[in-house]
């Protein structure tokens, strides 16, 4: 995922629970509204909430939007540490495989204040991502809440989702700040998230291009779907490359975001692979 995290508020903004299944009032059953909306593949019938990681998740990686930020976090190790590019690579590199972004490490290590870095890192080109039509069409006949979840900025977020066309669809957004500069994968990154948007993971869809970044959502209960980026800055995505099957924290598995959606709110079984979500 982003390696990234920024400044920005929490627009998390919604906290409201919608969607939630809450305790009914007595005699009320006949009065609940009828759900409308597409019939949606048996293992995603449950789920009212509709999580998305942004980088290399709500567009596809081949556009390079997010190698440009990775360039981008290089060029600034190495200007703030004084020292050669190769050498602010490897350290990047370093930091994200043990702190979980490169940003963390930066933090723990160097005790850098994150607001320059991620100014830094966030101003790149985003007229190489692509407005997707087909994806917001997906993501609208989605029932219930629609949140993204990102190491990076809000505002990167924002702009990003304004250009694929979704983010007037969504109903939140979780940064960096908004998580204590807790990145995922850890698990109090995951508590906060939850705990900010009011998120039962019962009924959550998690999607997401780093595997490791499932692990957490998977063992509280959310079902998990891994998107099959192109960019490889991990061992846990080289890994994946090689898989035979996914591992259990891995549900579903697909290349194309809005190819999977598609057919979900379609009722298509096809795209969707049938690993049914097991309890945590
Ligand atoms: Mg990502």
Known sequence: M?????????AGG???????????????????????GP???????????????????????????????????GEFIAGYLGVPYDYARHLQKSYYRQFGTT??????????????????????????VQEAPGLRSAIERLPGRKLIFTNGTIAHAERVAAKIGVLDLMDGISDIVATGYRPKPGADAFDAFIDTHSVEPASAAMFEDMPHNLEVPHALGMTTVLIQSTFIDHPAQAAARKWQSPPDHI??????????????????PEQITDREPQSA
């Open 103 to 128: 940003l963390n490490g930066l933090m723990k290590v160097h005790g850098i204040s994150p607001g320059s870095f991620l100014d830094y890192v966030h101003d790149i080109d985003i007229s190489v």
């Open 14 to 36: 919604d906290d409201t629970g919608r969607g939630r299944s809450g305790p009914s009032a007595p005699g009320s059953v006949l009065a609940q509204p009828v759900p409308s």
């Open 2 to 10: 982003s390696n990234t995290g920024e400044s920005g508020s929490d």
């Open 39 to 73: 019939r949606l593949p048996q293992p995603f019938t449950h789920i009212d909430t509709w999580v998305f990681d942004l980088d290399n998740t709500l567009y596809p990686s081949e556009c390079n939007l997010f190698a440009q930020v990775d360039v981008r976090m």
């Open 251 to 268: 549900h579903h598995m697909t290349p194309c975001l809005e190819r999977f959606l598609t057919e979900l709110v379609s009722g298509g």
